[in-house]
């Protein structure tokens, strides 16, 4: 294939990601790989297309009035993606885990403990709880950390043998490149990092294996270099909203922290893991304009941090289940815009260590840098 002939290829696999990211898939079957609640890429299916995996919502209602859906194909050996009747392209589904099969001494399945993310990832939510998540006047609206829990898909509180336990069958059994590590935000001071420590600190004693820490900025600097020497190589504090309108409207009770405190928090972050290796989650479709969030992600990148921006997916059983989908112009514009802020400051998702900005698979961003 010519150099021209693939550059177009991979922007037709580029769009229609965009596309099914956006608009989420009606999906034939469940095949029992999709993710429902949780922290994380909820209500998602990981699909390849070419070489390239991503996270797509299939599962919740918005998906229902998706243009797009997926059937088997004839010989059976991949799935179809339509559109109006009309074949698009074609996706495959990474295979069960290896790791998923077993259990720990207790009887408690590994999956319930951490699981796989796009086709190398292996992914953990602590603490299965938040401090705001039982007020509605300060949970954060798109936040259904709680629903995975209720459904029995996972435990409350997973211990650092545990974690460590899982980890390293998951890189034995199933080649599992890096790993992240997130958390509902308890209610002390250090917004979780002390959790994060432990956990980090047992699992990299067991195997080596990259880990992301995520939490909310703890309310002293020292946990940085503390999450750092536990074995923590890079750190996520998302922002989620850009502007204060935004995020007192949609999360409240963290919009207490102020964005000051965010950015005082990437500058000291930076410091310790280096340029890079500190990322933020924004979520495009939240009420942020393309400015704003261009703007931000300028603001941020200049100072060493990775700004990931996703595509907003509404997610059934939250406020905002019925919030409308980001349209994908939208995030056609918004892409080009931060990849030349990351180019500008030499910023690229294949040189951080671990995490959610690494693997890529909840946004086309990796495509535009």
């Not at 599962?59 to 243009?67: D, E, I, K, M, V």
């Not at 965010?262 to 479709?285: C, M, N, P």
Request: charge should be negative; hydrophobic fraction near 40%; charged fraction near 20%.
């Amino acid at each position: 294939m010519q150099a021209s002939e693939l550059a177009a290829n991979q922007l037709i696999v580029t769009d229609l990601l965009s596309e099914l990211q956006c608009h989420g898939v009606r999906w034939h079957d469940d095949t029992g790989l999709s993710r429902q609640g949780g922290a994380g890429p909820s209500d998602h299916k990981a699909l390849t297309v070419g070489e390239h995996t991503a996270m797509i919502p299939i599962l919740n209602r918005a998906s229902l009035s998706s243009p797009y859906l997926a059937r088997p194909s004839a010989n059976g050996n991949a799935t179809e993606i339509l559109r109006d009747g009309q074949i698009v392209g074609q996706v495959s589904l990474p295979g069960v885990p290896n790791f998923y099969a077993l259990t720990t001494a207790d009887g408690t399945p590994y999956w319930k403990i951490a699981t796989l993310h796009s086709k190398d990832v292996l992914a953990t939510t602590i603490l299965q709880h938040c401090v705001r998540m039982n007020d509605t006047s300060n949970a954060c609206q798109f936040c259904a950390i709680d629903q995975s829990l209720k459904n029995g898909k996972t435990i409350a509180r997973k211990r650092p043998a545990q974690l460590a336990e899982v980890a390293r069958a998951a890189v034995e059994l199933d080649g599992v490149k890096h790993m992240v590590m997130t958390t509902g935000t308890p209610q002390t001071a250090d917004r979780g990092a002390a959790i994060l420590c432990d956990s980090a600190a047992a699992v990299t004693a067991a195997v080596d294996l990259p880990i992301q820490a995520q939490c909310e900025p703890p309310d002293d600097d020292h946990w940085f270099q503390r999450l750092r020497d536990s074995g923590v190589v890079s750190l996520g504090m998302h922002l989620e909203a850009v502007t204060d309108e935004v995020r007192a409207r949609i999360m409240p009770g963290k919009a207490e922290v102020p964005l000051a405190r965010y950015f005082s928090a990437f500058e000291a972050a930076v410091k310790v893991f280096g340029r890079g290796q500190v990322s933020t989650y924004i979520l495009a479709g939240l009420g942020d304009s393309e400015d704003a969030i261009a703007e931000a992600s300028e603001r941020l990148a200049s100072m060493g941090v990775y700004p990931f921006v996703v595509p907003f997916v509404p997610i059934d059983g939250t406020p905002l289940a019925n919030h409308p989908k980001p349209n994908n112009d939208m995030m056609q514009r918004l892409y080009p815009r931060i990849g030349t802020s990351l180019r500008r400051h030499k910023l690229h998702s294949d040189d951080i260590n671990a995490g959610c900005a690494k693997c890529g698979a909840c946004s086309a961003l990796k495509r535009h840098e």
